[in-house]
Nanobody
């Protein structure tokens, strides 16, 4: 019943920008933390960015290029991506935490290519 869903993925050229969004539905509670992760074929899922206790955290590979934000009242989060690189190509997943529960979306594909 409680579901996370991502959107906004697509094909973009190197150096371009893209905005991802995710929303958690089916609950009256507000996410205590939210994070964006990504996974490329054959690679481990890695943390891209998160907001925990109002603090923003970023993976080293995206610092200075990506910005995470959230709307607490709506259980919505965003990932603004700029200066995209081919190595950013991956399926991007959003995770929301409520208490001890983590809710994962189905992922949205981001492809950075000329």
């Amino acid at each position: 019943q409680v579901q996370m869903a991502e959107s906004g993925g697509g094909l973009v050229q190197p150096g371009g920008s893209l905005r991802l969004s995710c929303a958690l539905s089916g609950t009256r509670f507000i996410m205590s933390a939210v994070g964006w992760y990504r996974q490329a074929p054959g690679k481990q899922r890695e943390l891209v960015a998160s907001i925990i206790g109002g603090r923003r955290n970023y993976g080293d590979s995206v610092k200075g290029r990506f910005t995470i934000s959230r709307d607490n009242a709506k259980n919505v989060a965003h990932l603004e991506m700029s200066n995209l690189k081919p190595e950013d190509t991956a399926v991007y997943f959003c995770n929301g935490r409520i208490g001890s529960e983590n809710y994962w979306g189905q992922g949205t594909q981001v492809t950075v290519s000329s």
